[in-house]
């Protein structure tokens, strides 16, 4: 046993020594993730009537927030976000025209839920004379400042439309009626 000792001994010194270099602090800097970007789901919807009577019949157009992709990336002084927003959008019997303009919001929340920021765009749909359907991709900027070493994760980015009193009451029961 006493033989066996000194070929044993360098086999446990190296693997404690592998052992310590595994939990060594790395030069690398942590992974940080970008702030979540979303559509507001009740916000995500907007029909135009004309007036506040809802009937299928007074429809000027439906549009729709279909989808958001993008990425960030971490700066000196914040994070810099570019993402596109995806809409379409149905052209109704009392759509004078081929165009219409949907205003609609892009906010940044803090993570104790205070809006920081909101910018009011205008989304704008053209139809052809051959469909009733239209979409559009708006590219969109947001920076968000950060502390040297403060992560975006808990931010969040949110888009949706700017509705009426009555768009909203519409939209809040079609929500009720689809949960």
Do not use: W
Not at 83 to 105: D, H, Q, V
């Amino acid at each position: 046993m006493t033989k066996a000792l000194p070929v044993l001994y360098p086999s446990v010194l190296c693997i404690a020594l592998l052992a310590l270099a595994a939990c060594a602090n790395t030069s690398e800097a942590p992974v940080r993730k970008c702030p979540q970007v979303a559509i507001l789901r009740p916000l995500e919807r907007v029909e135009d009537y004309g007036n506040d009577t809802v009937d299928s019949s007074t429809l000027v157009a439906v549009a729709v927030m279909q989808s958001l992709s993008g990425k960030c990336a971490y700066e000196s002084n914040g994070v810099d976000l570019n993402f596109t927003l995806s809409m379409k959008a149905e052209k109704g019997p009392n759509l004078g025209g081929n165009r219409i303009s949907f205003p609609y919001s892009v906010s940044v929340i803090t993570p104790d839920d205070k809006i920081i920021a909101k910018d009011m765009m205008t989304a704008t749909f053209t139809f052809d004379d051959k469909t009733k359907l239209a979409t559009t991709e708006e590219p969109l900027h947001v920076f968000l400042p950060l502390a040297k070493d403060e992560d975006a994760s808990t931010y969040r980015v949110l888009t949706g439309f700017q509705l009426t009193e009555s768009q909203l009451k519409a939209a809040r029961t079609r929500q009720t009626q689809s949960d």
